[in-house]
């Protein structure tokens, strides 16, 4: 098997998780009033991560950046933190298939 394809594929499962948990304490420092650390943060993770992801998965968390930096309803946060956690849930749930 090719390194490089191995390596990418790590990367892509690596970055998908670490962004999703980034994503986790941005939604908190914005709950806190603390916007501006929260979008910093959520956009340099976005940044390191962004070659290892899809074009989709990077347009929800600038998007993500872009609502926190203006604030967040309780429902929003509530929203992007199923979405956050659903998508960490299906890579997890991906890997233990892969296992079987």
Do not use: C, F
């Not at 992801?53 to 993500?64: G, K, N, T, V």
């Not at 929203?79 to 659903?86: E, G, I, L």
């Amino acid at each position: 098997m090719d390194t490089a394809l191995v390596n990418n594929q790590v990367m892509e499962r690596y970055s998908e998780v670490d962004l999703a948990d980034e994503a986790t304490e941005a939604l908190k420092l914005e709950r806190e009033g603390k916007r501006e650390e929260a979008e910093s943060r959520m956009l340099g993770s976005l940044g390191r991560h962004q070659p290892y992801m899809s074009p989709q998965d990077a347009d929800h968390y600038r998007e993500l950046s872009k609502r926190i930096k203006t604030g967040m309803t309780e429902t929003d946060r509530k929203q992007y933190h199923s979405d956050v956690y659903n998508k960490k849930r299906k890579k997890s749930q991906g890997e233990e298939k892969k296992k079987d």
